[in-house]
């Protein structure tokens, strides 16, 4: 009996444990749940939004580019995409041979929506191809029970309507890259693009507006189930640019089937009227994306149309570099504005030969007649007598050697060379030949056509530091550009040089003379050998430029202004291989400074 009571007080004692222990248990259980959802409420209420709602930012549009008379020059279009959904179609490849049948369809297209459609979950739309036309989206449309999955997208492309025309300034817009600077969601947006040169790259930020978002309500394998919130992004800034887009166009026709490049300034503002670089490629061609063989043909063109000849071209000036050497010489005290020299074709340093371009030479001429006529000879003895360190630093003032940063990529700085920098490139002293050759602009010496226009724009405007610049600026704001430290006596001196160029019987450039109402031109032509002329042909004379290899040909250059008693407009011009300045870059630069006279005539611009 007490052994029975015994084990009845066992099994109260641990049914008593057990229950308390279990009681603690439901206890902590209760606790958990209350601190759970009571204490952490918010917390949780967060996490369950989350994975119910996606946020997805919303690409703004693009700012629209404008030349400064309102033209539009880079703009967004309506942009059709076709696209695929693999889980609307039974069979994604015979949906794709269908497609095949109404529009084309790349192997390398092909191949990128199969990769993609393994990358991605089956109701995932995927691109196919964009810039659809009318007639493409219709026989899409047309034919859509036979293609199932097909769907079309509408959305925004950039669209150049200059195209070649305006490549070099305006740019391109294209997909970001692992190399470019991520500092914004919207660059890890698949397929945003932007600027990628010109002034699309210049302004990117400020072109690029800022993304809104869109709520969307998805379910757990993340389909969207509904729209909840959308909040529209602001889109990017207008740009309203100096470019006249008529320069611009008369600019790139003129040039032709030629190779080079032309920049018009104003020369009191400094704002870039016209800025081209020939040839040149299709932006909207590289916007959407070139196949590797349309690239491999523009990267291979001998005559680069992928580079901006405007900043990245580095040439001899020639003579164009003689205004120059005039004004270092006038300054230094070398020469006075009486001062003649004789030239009889050539001269001799030691016994080495230092030929004019006119072989029976030209006689005596004082500074004038020596731009006039654009005499070797003259800038030869000038040289040696003034010094290549005197001419650097006045090529210098005029912009000459540097860079003058417009704000494009792949601007070079060119080369004015001193006797320092022969020290430090060679290691050996400057010669007295090497003066005689920088004299007429050859030599170590490169500019690149921006710098041209930079030191042409100076000299018309009396000696002011005008700076090239692509803004547009408000008429009656202040121009607060330097006065550079010559005598004004000096610069007239050099333009009445720059005006019988054009003006006067023997000038070089004479056959390109205008006379507009009374408005004519001032210029200075250069032609800079690309090779060494033997002494055979030397002797000869016979040098057909024509009957050379393209590459071998001489470049042709042309600077001038216009008008040329109260100057405006300053060009600059760079054939590549033209043959000679008189014949090919003054005839340009004189039909480009008419034509902004004349429109100056009728003040009213063409849209």
Not at 95 to 118: F, H, S, Y
Not at 397 to 407: A, E, P, S, V, Y
Request: overall charge positive; aromatic content about 8%; charged content about 25%.
């Amino acid at each position: 009996m007490n052994r029975d009571n015994d084990k009845g007080k066992v099994l109260i004692n641990r049914s008593l444990i057990l229950g308390a222990v279990e009681l603690f248990l439901l206890l902590c259980l209760i606790f958990r749940l209350y601190y759970l959802q009571v204490y952490q409420a918010d917390k949780y209420k967060t996490l369950a939004d989350e994975n119910r709602i996606s946020t997805r930012l919303l690409v703004p549009p693009r700012g629209v580019i404008y030349d400064r008379h309102g033209v539009m020059l880079a703009t967004n279009r309506q942009n059709f995409q076709v696209m695929i959904v693999a889980e609307q179609t039974t069979n994604v490849q015979e949906t794709l041979d269908a497609l095949k049948k109404i529009m084309p369809i790349t192997e390398a297209e092909e191949e990128r929506v199969k990769k993609d459609l393994k990358k991605n979950r089956s109701f995932v739309p995927i691109k196919i191809k964009d810039n659809l036309s009318w007639e493409e989206v219709s026989k899409i449309q047309l034919n859509a029970p036979d293609l199932p999955g097909i769907i079309i997208d509408e959305g925004l492309s950039r669209y150049y309507p200059y195209g070649e025309k305006t490549a070099h300034v305006i740019g391109y817009v294209s997909s970001v890259s692992d190399t470019d600077v991520k500092d914004d969601p919207l660059l890890e947006v698949p397929g945003f693009k932007i600027g990628k040169a010109g002034i699309e790259k210049l302004y990117e930020k400020r072109l690029r507006g800022r993304g809104g978002n869109l709520k969307l309500e998805v379910n757990a394998i993340g389909r969207v189930m509904k729209e909840i919130e959308r909040v529209d992004g602001i889109p990017g800034d207008r740009i309203d640019l100096s470019i006249d887009a008529r320069l611009q166009t008369k600019a790139y026709e003129l040039f032709g089937e030629e190779s080079g490049a032309a920049i018009m300034l104003d020369v009191n503002s400094g704002e870039i009227l016209a800025f081209v670089s020939v040839p040149a490629y299709d932006p909207n061609m590289l916007t959407q994306g070139l196949s590797t063989k349309e690239w491999n043909e523009l990267n291979k063109n001998e005559r680069k149309p992928l580079m901006n000849k405007a900043v990245a071209g580095q040439y001899s000036p020639g003579s164009t570099f003689k205004m120059v050497v005039a004004l270092a010489a006038l300054e230094s005290g070398v020469i006075t504005p009486q001062t003649r020299s004789f030239c009889a074709g050539r001269m001799f340093l030691g016994d080495h030969a230092f030929h004019c371009w006119k072989h029976i030479g030209h006689g005596y001429l004082d500074v004038v007649q020596a731009l006039q006529h654009s005499c070797d000879i003259f800038f030869y003895e000038t040289a040696q007598k003034l010094g290549i360190n005197k001419i650097a630093e006045m090529a210098r003032r005029f912009g000459l050697g540097q860079k003058i940063d417009i704000g494009l990529e792949n601007e070079k700085e060119g080369l004015i060379p001193d006797t320092e920098w022969k020290w430090r490139r060679f290691g050996e002293p400057w010669q007295q030949g090497e003066s005689l050759i920088s004299g007429i602009g050859q030599g170590y010496i490169l500019t690149t056509p921006i710098q041209l226009a930079t030191m042409t724009a100076r000299i018309a405007n009396g000696g002011y530091e005008v700076v090239p610049t692509f803004t547009k600026k408000d008429k009656g704001s202040p121009l607060n550009f330097k006065k550079m430290p010559i005598n004004s006596s000096y610069i007239s001196l050099v333009k009445q040089g720059m005006y019988d160029v054009v003006n006067a019987p023997g000038g070089t450039a004479l056959g390109s003379r205008f006379d507009f109402h009374g408005l004519k031109m001032a210029g200075k032509t250069g032609t800079t050998q690309v090779r060494r002329i033997t002494m055979k042909e030397r002797q000869t004379g016979i040098i057909k430029q024509e009957d050379l290899p393209w590459k071998y040909r001489n470049h042709a250059l042309f600077v001038g202004y216009a008008p040329h008693d109260n100057p405006r407009y300053a060009v600059a011009v760079l054939v590549e291989h033209g043959r000679g300045g008189s014949a090919v870059a003054a005839p340009i630069g004189s039909k480009l400074l008419l034509e902004a006279l004349k429109l100056d005539a009728t003040s009213q611009p063409v849209e």
